[in-house]
T-cell receptor, first 117, second 110 residues
Framework: GAVVSQHPSRVICKSGTSVKIECRSL??????MFWYRQFPKQSLMLMAT?????????EQGVEKDKFLINHASLTLSTLTVTSAHPEDSSFYIC?????????????FGDGTRLSIL | QKEVEQDPGPLSVPEGAIVSLNCTYS??????FMWYRQYSRKGPELLMY????GNKEDGRFTAQVDKSSKYISLFIRDSQPSDSATYLC??????????FGTGTSLTVIP
């Protein structure tokens, strides 16, 4: 149980393109989802916390107009990297926490490797 | 001082060794403790989840929590090359705030 699906797993696109990444909880409902960025050999860096039906909370230094987050249902959150540039190339990972459980752990997707040419 | 401290390693052990991975924390408000395993180019996978002091065992893995010392450990018995990964500790405070360690890189040499 507690499967989180992230799609696509790999994206290569030209500079200036907008890229949408989907995060789905397959067998549980998730009021809260998280978006992380990870550089090679470094730890997870939280970008934003997404709550179903409300605006996402962004961490300091993360541009909300650059990284658009939508959490329209209890099983789906999306991250759109708008007008992506080479410096946005990174590994993006989502996670989800089950609704209704006290102190439930985060369950992670398998990440999206984004390469901007 | 970070709220959660984890030695980044790298840690290299021979196959079959017992591995000990550790994290310390500074705030007694942490009540729930997790260990994740992350293979290269993959998302972290939840290995262990516990909320009380003492030991929890799952196969070759044992999670140990010592709340009085603010110290948690993950032991891996009979380590295998497939255990080579980065191991992250994570903790939840009362109030549901989530904190991760920086991860320890482990290599098990055949």
């Amino acid at each position: 149980g507690a499967v989180v699906s992230q799609h696509p797993s790999r994206v290569i696109c030209k500079s200036g393109t907008s890229v949408k990444i989907e995060c789905r909880s397959l067998d549980f409902q998730a009021t809260t989802m998280f978006w992380y960025r990870q550089f090679p050999k470094q730890s997870l860096m939280l970008m934003a916390t997404s709550n179903e039906g409300s605006k996402a909370t962004y961490e300091q230094g993360v541009e909300k107009d650059k990284f658009l987050i939508n959490h329209a249902s209890l099983t789906l959150s999306t991250l759109t990297v708008t007008s992506a540039h080479p410096e946005d190339s990174s590994f993006y990972i989502c996670s989800a926490r089950a609704t209704g459980l006290p102190a439930s752990p985060q369950h992670f997707g398998d990440g999206t490797r984004l390469s901007i040419l | 001082q970070k709220e959660v401290e984890q030695d980044p390693g790298p840690l290299s052990v021979p196959e079959g060794a017992i591995v000990s991975l550790n994290c310390t924390y500074s705030n007694s408000a942490f009540q729930y403790f997790m260990w994740y395993r992350q293979y290269s180019r993959k998302g972290p996978e939840l290995l262990m989840y516990t909320y009380s002091s003492g030991n929890k065992e799952d196969g070759r893995f044992t999670a140990q929590v010592d709340k009085s010392s603010k110290y948690i450990s993950l032991f891996i018995r009979d380590s295998q090359p497939s255990d080579s990964a980065t191991y992250l500790c994570a903790m939840i405070k009362t109030g549901n705030q989530f904190y991760f360690g920086t991860g320890t890189s482990l290599t098990v040499i055949p």
